[in-house]
């Protein structure tokens, strides 16, 4: 392993590490007449079937929202053009505009007056009043990189290679080439012929921030932007050339003063330094990396579509989040170009947003990309802590604003839902299930314990009790985003949403202070516990209300009422006859009233919710529908539908990230369930899928699992443990006998074995030879 080398980011003070494993090709002999065949056969698919690693798009690409992305995690780039005319719209993860919302500086605001207001039917005066509209706080777009090539260069297409994490632009004998390295923060591009024009072109969003006009300068070598900002930021741009064989290599860099008072000498100084190396250089280190990153894990499908959109969530994990980096918000690092301020500001949205985008990589073993945002939720846990106190009243404990900037500072919005108690809680399942997948005992005492505990110690300040029912509750309740922002938006408390949050939030508390020898803090835990309501169920068997009194009556985007199923798990098909009732009930009530005002993500979360549920069909029809309705053709989610087939009401074109993970989760939950304390090898697979396999997917308890299925059956697992810890797992072969590497015990429908760090058990059917795949069969 080479030595890591740290980035000078100004975010933070973690690395990027350096990976060097190499993927390497094994040559296979294989009859002539067979290969010929096979060529064939794959090119007679290749125009209909999407390439699970490769991303093509014909030119011209006339929309930055369809450009190819880059990026390596503090940069990103978006490639995009036509002609002669190549476009990088450039981006960076800390251009922040970091100005207070004026509703939050406004003199005796607090989470009382919310209370008051709201609970006195005056939800308009509280809106008009402290819910201003605001241009700031707001995620900022950095600059577009304009190179205009020779006129006999004509792009035919705009190609992605994942694996390289590269971008290739094929004008026909020549091509142009560019990546965002993965080990220094430029970027480089090469483009044939003589040497092409530049053009930076500051982008007109931030004009209507009040800043001065963008500062432009150029000399015969290249092009740079600076800009500055609010509260003394301010940030350069810089696109240096150089004449290389054959054509011209571009180095571009994106500085700030928070690294450097000089900011546009520092971008000088790392094109240059990038351009002294030369792009081999570079290129090795890069796609070592790379190699790396994609060696981790991997999945094998034999649905081409659904494959390439779990592959490209992968990808986005290496471009957009690194540990030591901003994480993602909704756009990653790929803020709107389009002269606009981006969508919602380009924020953190705790309501659902930072924590879908979150799923994902855990099951995949990205664990470097998924500390991104703990980070930075941790650094804020100080400045959550003083929300907690001048805003709601409390003692002890931490809030997390639903809707947040980068600084962790709240940013307006709807109240219902960007001050909704309960956000810290979905935030502090990310700590938990980051402890559960690595099974780090000093992870769990420094950062999961305390933080899921300071949100605990919150929401317990905050609960009351009911003199009906002697019960806690809350003092406001509501539900993502039910009823959107009127008066009816503030439910009997408590809702679905909010008590499944607050019930899980106790029980994992309650888990991880018995992980850590804290018994009076697990029995305390327990005890909260006991005290709060059940869930709010129609009748014995379902579906689950939105609040008490409060059934779901019209299609909905957000399924916050369902959030004990998909992802807290509270209710689950292993439970009682009565769980598996409420939960096929809740989702008979969802088909009925139908999809007309869902969105992407509504789709990609759904499919997820029927994987856990063991439903695979059901999952496969949603995620289907998401991928090939509520993606744009680069695989960038999209709120609205595409297709117009009448599945929704909405066709805006706003992009975000959170739809991709979503959909990445639905397939690590049709192929591979953890919760509970058991593993369940395919246990949602659609019976299409009778060809699939996985590689070192992660599990809760430390595990990483691979499996292989052919012909509908499951013919291999392998089960590697990380730390010390007893396995249990469903048994995979459905009755049908099997070898087993280390010694093993049955019990009803599972095996389980006593596993040391670094040990392997596999199992493998006993009995015939693995058959032919269904590729060889069509071949015969």
């Known amino acids: 392993m080479k030595s890591s080398q740290a980035l000078p980011l100004a975010f933070g003070a973690g690395r990027i590490p350096s990976k060097s494993t190499k993927l390497t090709a094994h040559p296979v002999t294989m009859p002539l007449r067979f290969l010929l065949l096979l060529a064939l056969v794959l090119s007679a698919h290749a125009a209909e079937n999407p390439e699970p690693y490769r991303l093509t798009l014909d030119a011209p690409i006339d929309r930055w929202d369809e450009a190819i992305p880059l990026g390596n995690g503090l940069m990103g780039g978006l490639l995009w053009g036509s002609g002669n005319e190549l476009r990088l719209s450039l981006d960076r993860g800390d251009l922040w505009d970091l100005r207070p919302h004026p509703g939050f500086i406004q003199r005796g605001f607090n989470y009382r007056t919310v209370i008051d207001l709201a609970s006195s039917g005056q939800a308009d005066r509280l809106n008009k009043e402290y819910s201003r509209v605001s241009d ?64 930076l072109i500051a982008n ?26 609010a509260q003394g930021f301010y940030y350069a741009i810089i696109a240096a050339a150089r004449p290389v064989q054959r054509g011209t290599l571009l180095a571009i860099a994106v500085t700030t003063n928070h690294e ?72 990653g690092v790929w803020t709107a170009d389009e002269g606009k301020i981006p969508p919602w500001h380009g924020d953190y949205h705790n309501d659902l947003n930072t924590q879908l985008t979150y799923w994902a990589y855990l099951a995949s073993g990205h664990f470097d990309e998924g500390r991104s945002f ?7 846990k100080a400045r959550h802590e003083e929300f907690a106190r001048s805003f709601f009243g409390l003692h002890q404990g931490l809030i997390v604003p639903g809707v947040m900037a980068l600084d962790g500072s709240p940013m307006g919005a709807w109240f219902q839902y960007s001050l909704s108690p309960t956000m810290g809680a979905w935030v502090a399942q990310a700590f938990y299930l980051h402890w559960r997948y690595g099974m780090n005992s000093v992870f769990l005492s420094d950062w999961a314990y305390p933080y899921c505990a300071g949100i605990g110690e919150a929401l317990a300040g905050l609960l009351t009790r009911d003199p009906r029912t002697g019960t806690l509750t809350l003092p406001l309740s509501s539900s993502p985003e039910i009823h959107n922002n009127f ?23 309650a888990e991880m202070a018995a992980a850590l020898g804290k018994k009076i803090d697990a029995a305390r835990w327990t005890g909260l516990l006991a005290q709060l309501p059940p869930l709010a169920v129609a009748g014995e068997s379902g579906p689950l209300l939105v609040a008490p009194g409060e059934p779901l009556a019209e299609s909905h985007r957000h399924h916050s009422q369902l959030m004990a199923i998909f992802p807290l798990g509270i209710l689950n098909t292993e439970g009682t006859v009565g769980d598996r009732r409420i939960i096929r009930s809740s989702f008979d009530q969802v088909d009925r009233l139908g999809t007309k005002q869902w969105t992407g993500y509504s789709f ?17 029809k949603f995620l289907t529908t998401y991928a090939e309705s509520f993606t744009l053709r680069n695989g960038f989610h999209c709120n609205g539908e595409q297709t117009r087939k009448g599945l929704s009401d909405f066709h805006d074109r706003a992009f975000t990230l959170e739809g991709n993970f979503a959909a990445a989760q639905a397939v690590h939950e049709m192929l591979l369930q953890s919760w509970g304390g058991r593993i369940r090898v395919f246990p949602a697979v659609p019976a299409s899928w009778r060809d699939a396999s996985f590689k070192n997917l992660r599990a809760e308890g430390g595990f990483a699992v691979s499996a292989m299925r052919r012909e509908g059956r499951t013919l291999k697992v392998s089960v590697k443990a990380t730390v010390a810890q007893e396995l249990r797992l469903k048994n995979p072969f459905g009755g049908r006998a099997y070898k087993h590497s280390l010694p093993v015990q049955e019990s009803g ?14 199992l493998k059917e006993a009995g015939s030879p693995l058959p032919a795949s269904s590729l060889a069969r069509r071949l015969k």
């Open 260 to 331: 450097d008072p000089d900011a546009l000498a520092l971008a000088r100084q790392r094109t240059e330094q990038a351009l002294n190396q030369g792009a081999a250089k570079l290129r090795d280190a890069h796609e070592a990396w790379w190699a790396d990153f994609w060696a981790t894990s991997s999945v094998s499908l034999p649905d081409a579509k659904i494959a390439q959109q779990y592959n490209l969530a992968q990808y986005f994990y290496g471009a957009a989040s690194r540990s030591g980096a901003p994480p993602m918000p909704l756009q």
């Open 487 to 509: 008066q009816s938006a503030w439910l009997k408390s408590p809702s679905n949403f909010d008590l499944s949050l607050v019930r899980w939030l106790f029980a994992a508390n």
């Open 604 to 620: 990609s979360w759904m499919a997820a919710m029927r994987a856990r549920a063991g439903l695979g069909e059901e999952a496969l």
């Open 749 to 762: 429908d599972e095996i389980r074995a006593s596993l040391l760090p670094g040990q392997v058990l596999e």
């Open 136 to 199: 700031f706080p707001t995620k900022l777009p950095g600059a577009r990189l304009v190179v205009t090539l020779d006129p006999r260069f004509r792009a035919q297409s705009f190609r992605l290679d994942l694996r390289r994490a590269t971008a290739t632009v094929d004008f026909g004998e020549q091509s142009a080439e560019c990546f965002f390295s993965a080990n220094q923060p430029v970027a480089l591009m090469f483009v044939p012929g003589s040497a092409p024009h530049l053009d």
């Open 374 to 380: 703990l980070e930075l939720m941790w650094s804020l």
């Open 204 to 229: 007109e969003a931030v004009n209507k921030l009040g800043y001065p006009p963008a500062t432009l300068g150029r000399d015969a070598h290249s092009v740079w932007l600076e800009q500055t900002a």
